[in-house]
């Protein structure tokens, strides 16, 4: 059974930076193919791919914000870690981490609401 | 702004069918891109309903159906439940950009 859990501050301060760790179980990056996500989702609003990055080192980011995002993963820990810098209230958002399916997400996290002030 | 346009709402009465639309282009669902389908219930996370344009995950009813259409992607939804009545978006893996893209996302109520 995937798990994955998303864990950090839930209040940030605008131009601070957001880190953030993704915590999962039942996938190991040890296997071909495995890839974890972060997608996030203002109140109210759609859904947003951020990065993923894949079991053979490869990390892909959302165009528009790829100069402020960093994802890694630590393999010995099952954990995907994601920092957003240059915080603003408009990145305020639930933050979801999730498995890589094919070309999709299968197993998603509760999320972590993320309120940033000015 | 998304490359992927949902109707923002669609509703039907119990029992009924309903289908949500995702509009891409010829780069993209018309070039031949998978879709994928998920649903979000209020307070919760997505839950993948399709994936591959019209392949259900065990555990997903067969009320649930994808379809493809030179630029559109559809969901249809049969039987319509008193808990179908969530937000519901697809999503595609865009090669050009070597990222994945969501759609605009559509509230279905149901009457």
């Known amino acids: 059974q995937i798990t994955l859990e998303e864990s950090g501050p839930t209040f940030v301060k605008a131009t601070q930076t957001l880190t953030l760790t993704c915590t999962f179980s039942?996938?190991?990056?040890?296997?071909?193919?495995?890839?974890v996500g972060w997608i996030r989702q203002p109140p109210g609003k759609a859904l947003e791919w951020l990065a993923v990055t894949y079991w053979d080192e490869e990390k892909l980011y959302s165009p528009s914000l790829r100069t402020r995002l960093t994802i890694a993963k630590d393999t010995s820990k099952n954990q995907v870690v994601l920092t957003l810098t240059n915080m603003d209230p408009l990145d305020t958002a639930t933050y979801f981490c999730a498995h890589r399916l094919g070309d999709g997400f299968d197993n998603w996290g509760q999320g972590l609401l993320v309120t940033v002030s000015s | 702004q998304s490359v992927l346009t949902q109707p923002p709402s669609v509703s039907g009465a119990p029992g009924q069918r309903v289908t949500i639309s995702c509009t891409g282009n010829?780069?993209?669902?018309?070039?031949?891109?998978?879709v994928n389908w998920y649903r979000q219930l209020p307070g919760a996370a997505p839950k993948v309903l399709i994936y591959a344009t019209n392949n259900r995950p065990s555990g997903v009813p067969d009320r649930f159906s994808g379809s493809k259409s030179g630029t559109s992607a559809s969901l249809a939804i049969t039987g319509l439940q008193a808990e179908d009545e969530a937000d519901y978006f697809c999503?595609?893996?865009?090669?050009?950009?070597?990222?994945?893209?969501f759609g605009t996302g559509t509230k279905l109520t149901v009457l």
């Open positions: 039942g996938f190991s990056f040890s296997h071909s193919g495995m890839g």
């Open positions: 999503q595609f893996y865009d090669i050009s950009l070597s990222g994945y893209v």
């Open positions: 010829s780069s993209n669902i018309g070039a031949g891109s998978d």
